[in-house]
């Protein structure tokens, strides 16, 4: 199984950006989806997660009202739309999926499978 994500870039701050991850090599269902991040000198933590069915969310509380999580299972395909960012949300994004029907609510989510990781910069 591969997850690859779309390339990050830089945003100034206020701005909207989307990041999208492919899955391919597995089935995509029965798959909850989620994202990481990791900012300089900080752990990683859960941003926001998404249920196989798309039915179910979770996100960090920073992000609540600002980023949404989504999926098209017939794409194999998550995306993150993050609104009004700031330079705090500054960080190497990463997707991860885990073969379970639950949804993944907590930093300790132990994941199946990662991508690389893209790098999101937000000036101000």
């Known amino acids: 199984v591969q997850l690859v994500e779309s390339a990050g870039g830089l945003v100034q701050a206020g701005g909207s950006y989307r990041l999208s991850c492919v899955e391919s090599?597995?089935?995509?269902?029965?798959?909850?989806m989620a994202w990481f991040r990791q900012a300089p000198g900080k752990e990683r933590e859960l941003v926001a997660a998404?249920?196989?069915?798309?039915?179910?969310?979770y996100y960090e509380d920073s992000v609540k009202e600002r980023f949404i999580v989504s999926r098209d299972n017939a794409k194999n395909t998550v995306y993150l739309q993050m609104n009004s960012l700031k330079p705090e949300d500054t960080a190497t994004y990463y997707c991860?999926?885990?073969?379970?029907?639950?949804?993944?609510?907590?930093?300790?989510?132990?994941?199946?499978?990662w991508g690389k990781g893209t790098l999101v910069t937000v000036s101000l």
């Open positions: 090599g597995g089935s995509f269902t029965d798959v909850a």
């Open positions: 991860a999926s885990k073969r379970t029907t639950l949804l993944p609510n907590n930093k300790g989510a132990v994941m199946d499978y």
């Open positions: 998404i249920d196989w069915r798309g039915a179910g969310t």
